[in-house]
């Protein structure tokens, strides 16, 4: 695997943004929950970015992007909904289609824990992942995150909560 960077999005990745999300918006609507339409352009993800970077700054969201070496955008991950009197938070991820099976994501929750830990003190990181999402559940189990819910009655789309206590 070629090295990547993981660095805290920055207002200026806009472009690159769209980019990555546009390229692989089928293979994620595939996994995870459909982005709605207007985020597809540079006015929506400018104001995606926008509200992150203001979520980051109270202290709520650590949003981070993954770059090859080339400072291609392949991948985010995200501490969300801080709570920094609860000491929790819940981890996110998207790894590009290309970029998959190289171990990226295992890579993006390990950061995502170091940053937890000893950025934001905190104790507890949850996860949701859709039952058929095998390749999360499995990168999560390797990070140590262990399954806590049963899943949801028929009907519905399942999904496991995992935690890691930290
Ligand atoms: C899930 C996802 C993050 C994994 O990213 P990744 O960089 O490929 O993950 P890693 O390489 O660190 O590990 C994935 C592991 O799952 C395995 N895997 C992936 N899909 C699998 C499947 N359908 N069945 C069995 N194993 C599978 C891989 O082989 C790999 O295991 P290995 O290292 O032992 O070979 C990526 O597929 C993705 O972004 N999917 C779309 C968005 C998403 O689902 N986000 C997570 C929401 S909870």
Redesign the pocket.
Known sequence: MEPVTIRTLQSTDAEALLTFELANRE??ER??DARDAAFYSMQGVTGHITAYLSDYAAGLWHPFVIEDAGGKIV?RANLKDIDTSGRSAEV????AQS?????????AVKHLIREAQLRWNLKQLV???YAE????A??LKRCGFLIEQAPCQEGTDQEHRFSLSI
């Open positions: 293979w994620f996994h995870i991948g996110g991820y998207r790894i970029a998959c099976g190289q171990g990226l994501a295992t890579q996860a949701h992942v999402n095998i390749g999360s499995k990168v």
